[in-house]
C-alpha cells in the first residue's frame, strides 16, 4: 500500500495502518537509536517513544513531507535530549567562521572509510562527538540522508549543516590518527598511548 494512503489512514485513527508505518521504518529508527546513543536497550526504549510521539503527533505531519525525514527527526530529537542528560568529554569542536571551517587542510576520513570502519570502533568514535555532531554524521554516512534532508531533519541551514558535517569529519580523523598511533606504539613498545589530550576535548555539548 502506498505510503502516504498509510499516513492518510493513520491520521484518520486507523491503528492498524500506523502498525504498518511501524513495521516500515522500525530498522531505520532503531539503528539511528543505536548510532546516537550506543547500546541496544536505549536504542530500543528510544524507539518505541519516537513511535508512541509520531502517533501522537500524526495531526501535525503534511503531506508535502516526507514521513521518514518528519520520523527521524522525532528518534534525533529525543536521543539529543538523552544525550545531553548525560555527562561526557566531546571532541573540541570550536565555533570557526564559516570560511574558515572550509579553508582548512586537515585531512578528512573516506566516506567509504566511515562506513567500513569496525563497527566496534565506530561506535567508539561517535560516542566522542557531541549529540549535534554525531547527528549529522550518522544521518549522512548511515542513513544517506542529503545536506537538505539533513537540514529538514534537525532543523538547522544547509550552511549549518556543511560546517557540522566538515568539523564532525576532521574531529574522526584527528581521533582515528591518535588511535592508530598509540596501537602502533603499544605494538612496537608496549606503551600505551592516550589519545585525550586537554586542546582536544571539552566538557559539555556545544
Known amino acids: 500500500m502506498e505510503e502516504q494512503l498509510l499516513v492518510t489512514r493513520a ?3 486507523d491503528q492498524k495502518a500506523f502498525a504498518q508505518l511501524v513495521e516500515m521504518y522500525q530498522s531505520p529508527v532503531y539503528n539511528l537509536a543505536y548510532r546516537m546513543l550506543g547500546n541496544a536497550d536505549d536504542a530500543e526504549d528510544a524507539a518505541q517513544e519516537t513511535f508512541l510521539r509520531a502517533y501522537s503527533r500524526l495531526k501535525t ?5 516526507k514521513f521518514a525525514t ?8 529525543y536521543c539529543i535530549d538523552r544525550l545531553r542528560r548525560r555527562k561526557f568529554l566531546w571532541l573540541s569542536l570550536e565555533e570557526d567562521a564559516l570560511d574558515e571551517a572550509f579553508a582548512s587542510d586537515a585531512l578528512e576520513p ?6 567500513n570502519e569496525n563497527a566496534q570502533e565506530i561506535a567508539i568514535l561517535l560516542e566522542r562527538l557531541s549529540p549535534a555532531y554525531r547527528l549529522v554524521v550518522v544521518l549522512k554516512y548511515w542513513h544517506d540522508q542529503s545536506v537538505e534532508e539533513i537540514a529538514r531533519t534537525t ?5 549549518a549543516v556543511k560546517v557540522k558535517l566538515h568539523r564532525a ?3 574522526l580523523a584527528r581521533e582515528m590518527t591518535c588511535r592508530t598511533t598509540a596501537e602502533r606504539r ?5 606503551l600505551a598511548t592516550v589519545c585525550d589530550q586537554p586542546s582536544a576535548v571539552s566538557k559539555g555539548v556545544p
Do not use: N, P
Open 11 to 13: 491520521q484518520r485513527g
Open 61 to 65: 505531519f503534511h503531506a508535502d513531507q
Open 70 to 77: 518528519w520520523l527521524l527527526a522525532i528518534a534525533a530529537h
Open 110 to 115: 573516506d566516506d567509504e572509510v566511515l562506513r
Open 155 to 159: 532543523g538547522d541551514s544547509a550552511g
Open 169 to 171: 569529519r576532521q574531529a
Open 186 to 190: 603499544r605494538t612496537t613498545t608496549g
